[in-house]
């Protein structure tokens, strides 16, 4: 990839995604993380879920 080209996909890709970040307890974390991890879910799915249904309302 030219980085021309690197250049402008991160440029494009600030654009359209916006980051969230939060310190939780590392149990509570590890606790939810194994709960994903059984049911085969990403995070990012995850959030994107809840968020889509807290709009919904």
Do not use: G
Request: aromatic fraction near 10%; hydrophobic fraction near 30%; charged fraction near 45%.
């Amino acid at each position: 990839m030219a980085p021309e080209s690197r250049a402008e996909y991160f440029r494009e890709r600030r654009t359209k995604f916006k980051s969230f970040s939060v310190a939780v307890e590392r149990e509570k974390m590890e606790q939810f993380e194994k709960k994903l991890n059984d049911s085969q879910t990403t995070k990012a799915e995850w959030l994107n879920k809840k968020i889509d249904e807290e709009l919904s309302k």
